[in-house]
């Protein structure tokens, strides 16, 4: 579990960030891979365990789903990580789509919260803000404080197609860029709800700790996320320029082959196996 809960140092994604720009193609054994902080846990160990088998360096950084998604369209990076799917003008530049895992989207609160169970539209109407007290979900007489995440984010876009269905999002809320800084700041504000990936729930290496809600009454739990009946679920993806080739095609089918599905489900995610996405 260490392993999977390593985060890159804010200097080590500067010089990431830098490499991407100086090294968009895998030659000379050295392969990018940018996007999603949500799938960056499964990439970091897939890029180690790649790299003593094949001897291919792989550089991974997580920037965001469309920091990535954008670093593969301009060929400054060979894979893109993503939390959401592409949008209708990012599916018109050539890209291929290979899923690697599905994910859930866990409400969280503070611990001391006693609501235990939001609905989807009551859901909405907190981060439309037309919902501002917890006692309008039969908790304390309490100010709700939104936490919502920046619009880079491949959480956030899953988070306003499956949630907010064209409702804007209430502009006061608070927006952080990822999602350790929302799981820290809602475990340290009594009335903060915000959203992260299940994956990311449980953390041993902080004392901060914050509580999941139920979502109409069904929890965030693996079981209902790979049953399909936790509502807020979505697929996590590879992207690549054209069809994947060369290493970022042995990368891609190393990490949905089935070597890596212990790390996946460790990580928190559901794997979906070789060829088990709907790849475009």
Same mark, same amino acid.
């Given at each position: 579990? %260490?392993?999977?809960?390593?985060?890159?140092?804010?200097?080590?994604?500067?010089?990431?960030?830098?490499?991407?720009?100086?090294?968009?193609?895998?030659?000379?054994?050295?392969?990018?891979?940018?996007?999603?902080?949500?799938?960056?846990?499964?990439?970091?160990?897939?890029?180690?365990?790649?790299?003593?088998?094949?001897?291919?360096?792989?550089?991974?950084?997580?920037?965001?789903?469309?920091?990535?998604?954008?670093?593969?369209?301009?060929?400054?990076?060979?894979?893109?990580?993503?939390?959401?799917?592409?949008?209708?003008?990012?599916?018109?530049?050539?890209?291929?789509?290979?899923?690697?895992?599905?994910?859930?989207?866990?409400?969280?609160?503070?611990?001391?919260?006693?609501?235990?169970?939001?609905?989807?539209?009551?859901?909405?109407?907190?981060?439309?803000?037309?919902?501002?007290?917890?006692?309008?979900?039969?908790?304390?007489?309490?100010?709700?404080?939104?936490?919502?995440?920046?619009?880079?984010?491949?959480?956030?876009?899953?988070?306003?197609?499956?949630?907010?269905?064209?409702?804007?999002?209430?502009?006061?809320?608070?927006?952080?860029?990822?999602t350790g800084q929302v799981r820290d700041v809602v475990s340290r504000t009594p009335g903060a709800i915000g959203y992260i990936s299940i994956g990311f729930v449980e953390n041993r290496f902080t004392n901060a700790t914050v509580k999941t809600l139920d979502v109409d009454g069904v929890e965030p739990t693996? %079981?209902?996320?790979?049953?399909?009946?936790?509502?807020?679920?979505?697929?996590?993806?590879?992207?690549?320029?054209?069809?994947?080739?060369?290493? %970022?095609? %042995?990368?891609?089918?190393?990490?949905?082959?089935?070597?890596?599905?212990?790390?996946?489900?460790?990580?928190?995610?559901?794997?979906?196996?070789?060829?088990?996405?709907?790849?475009?």
């Open positions: 579990m %260490a392993r999977l809960r390593r985060a890159l140092p804010l200097l080590a994604a500067s010089v990431l960030a830098l490499a991407l720009s100086a090294c968009g193609s895998s030659e000379h054994g050295v392969l990018t891979v940018a996007g999603s902080t949500t799938v960056l846990p499964i990439a970091e160990i897939a890029a180690e365990d790649f790299e003593e088998e094949s001897g291919v360096q792989v550089l991974v950084s997580g920037l965001g789903s469309s920091a990535g998604i954008e670093a593969v369209i301009n060929g400054t990076a060979d894979v893109a990580t993503s939390s959401r799917d592409l949008t209708p003008e990012e599916a018109n530049q050539g890209l291929s789509q290979y899923a690697v895992a599905h994910d859930g989207i866990a409400v969280i609160v503070n611990d001391d919260n006693p609501v235990d169970n939001v609905t989807l539209d009551q859901l909405r109407g907190i981060y439309a803000g037309e919902i501002d007290n917890w006692s309008a979900l039969g908790g304390p007489d309490l100010a709700i404080q939104v936490v919502n995440r920046d619009e880079a984010s491949g959480t956030r876009e899953a988070f306003r197609t499956i949630v907010m269905r064209g409702t804007p999002f209430d502009r006061t809320a608070a927006v952080l860029p990822g693996e %079981a209902n996320l790979e049953s399909s009946a936790y509502p807020l679920s979505r697929d996590l993806y590879f992207f690549t320029k054209g069809a994947a080739e060369g290493e %970022a095609k %042995a990368f891609i089918d190393y990490v949905r082959s089935s070597t890596m599905d212990a790390t996946i489900r460790d990580a928190g995610y559901v794997p979906v196996g070789e060829g088990g996405g709907d790849d475009a």
